[in-house]
């Protein structure tokens, strides 16, 4: 920026866009576009997940053709993404809220869909809207199928509000043509 522009103000340019080093899965921004098996989606938003043992979670809302997925990258011992779908806890088992309640926990194992789903890890995280505080806090659990394709993750917001995630293990080849699209 030339000191005139620092001085008396002048519109500030954005950052210009690294094609080599930008335009990848894990450096997307709200308004770049990415294609995943032969759809294109939109990034709506950027958020992480902190649990404090230094394991962060950075998580994607990719919008397309009316459906919202949730693109996750965990790294631990190796870097790790999932993608998933939001669907009602009910959906999932209809008495699973009134046994977390319960029992402080949900069960060890769960069937979905025809999939049986083993319990693999659990805790307390802050969750990062948009990558900016203030944290909220939430409790999940996270499942896998035995061939540890598919995964499964129930989140507990508060004392009553409950969201469950079901989805399968992808790798970052999976996604192609990340563009920039519009800034937000």
Known sequence: MSLWKKLFGGKE????????????????????????????FEVVARHHHDTGDGLRTDEWELRGEGEMLYLNRVEADGVYWTLTRKVPLGMIDDRLKKHIQQHGDPPESIEFEGVAYFMQSYGGAQFYRNGRGPAQPFLYWDYEDDPRERVLTIEQWGDIEFQAYPGHYVEEYQFTNILPGARR
């Open 13 to 40: 340019e954005e950052p210009a866009i690294d094609p080599l080093a930008d335009l990848v899965l894990d450096r997307m921004a709200p308004g770049f576009l990415v294609d995943h098996d032969g759809r294109t």
